[in-house]
């Protein structure tokens, strides 16, 4: 197993920070690249500074150091990505064909590349939403996703490409800040309940949305990169499910453990954005084709991220 050479590109965002440590368990420490467009002062591991949208440079870091795997976090997310529209849109596909091109090409057997909930649309089934159905989402990150699962299972029909993707829902952890998305409020809560025992809430209370405890996203990502090629059916992008709950779902849950918390609500633009994505999600073919299941429900979480936060 060690003889894979992995690559993490866009490894200082949420995601990425965590699925490094993961990796470099699986792995070994110096089997794991990370790169970013950051400086990082005295990274634990190998580093590069790079730019997701610089060709060449992305090709000398594969070669540099003998890159087999490439991981591509790097994107704008939703909340963000409405703020520059252009910008999402050259990071979160140009990042992409530079790294299926590799994969074309020869230079790296396997890619990683997660998409989002952020896929479907107003127009979609909100309850248990099927893999397959209705996608016109109506914001910048989730349009540059749906196409980005369009060329995931192109460059795999037609060039054999072995490209992996996962939908995720709104990721909770403990162990970074969030980085500009809808689903953000139920990580900020917790910290927000420790510090203040309260929190003012961007979106309605009654906003169901599909999460994710990112340990459970950890072994998803991870699980479906190393499942045989011929399990994995679907080269778009597989739906999976952790828990769905509202802000008030999720405050009730923190009173458990700190009775005096209060939350108030003032929705924002992010409400909009919140209001056309699906409420439950439908990821039976996740289980079926290379069994997925998730070990955390709210109340697991909950307890988890109060106790990792103290």
């Excluded at 594969?62 to 976090?73: F, N, R």
């Excluded at 139920?186 to 809430?201: D, G, M, P, W």
Aim: aromatic letters at 10%; glycine letters at 6%; one cysteine or more.
């Amino acid at each position: 197993m060690s003889t894979e050479k992995i690559l993490i590109i866009g490894s200082q965002g949420q995601i990425g920070l965590e699925l490094a440590e993961a990796l470099r368990n699986n792995y070994g420490h110096d089997n794991v690249v990370c790169a970013d467009v950051k400086d990082v002062e005295n990274p634990v591991g190998p580093y590069e500074k790079l730019d997701a949208m610089d060709r060449q440079g992305m090709y000398e870091v594969i070669k540099k150091h003998g890159v087999s795997q490439v991981y591509l976090l790097a994107a704008l997310l939703s909340a963000t990505a409405e703020q520059k529209p252009k910008l999402a849109w050259d990071l979160n596909m140009e990042g992409l064909f530079n790294v299926l091109d590799a994969a074309k090409e020869g230079m790296i057997k396997k890619v990683y590349w997660p998409s989002s909930i952020a896929v479907f649309g107003p127009t979609t089934p909100r309850v248990n939403t099927p893999q397959y159905t209705v996608m016109e989402p109506n914001t910048i990150y989730g349009i540059s996703k749906q196409a980005g699962e369009r060329y995931c299972e192109y460059y795999y029909q037609k060039y054999g490409v072995d490209v992996r993707s996962i939908r995720y829902p709104g990721l909770i952890g403990y162990k970074s800040a969030p980085g500009g998305g809808t689903t953000d409020y139920a990580v900020h809560i917790y910290h927000e309940a420790l510090k203040n025992k309260s929190y003012e809430c961007f979106l309605s209370e009654d906003t169901t949305l599909p999460m994710m405890y990112m340990p459970d996203a950890l072994k998803a990502t991870i699980q479906l990169m190393e499942s045989s090629a011929d399990k994995v059916k679907i080269r778009s992008s597989y739906n999976i499910a952790g828990i769905s709950f509202s802000p008030k779902e999720i405050a009730d849950e923190i009173r458990k453990h700190i009775p005096e918390f209060s939350i108030t609500y003032k929705p924002d633009f992010r409400q909009v954005i919140a209001n056309s994505w699906p409420g439950s999600i439908d990821d039976t073919r996740a289980r079926e084709d290379w069994g997925w299941h998730n070990d955390f429900d709210l109340s697991a979480m909950t307890k988890d991220m109060l106790d990792n936060l103290k």
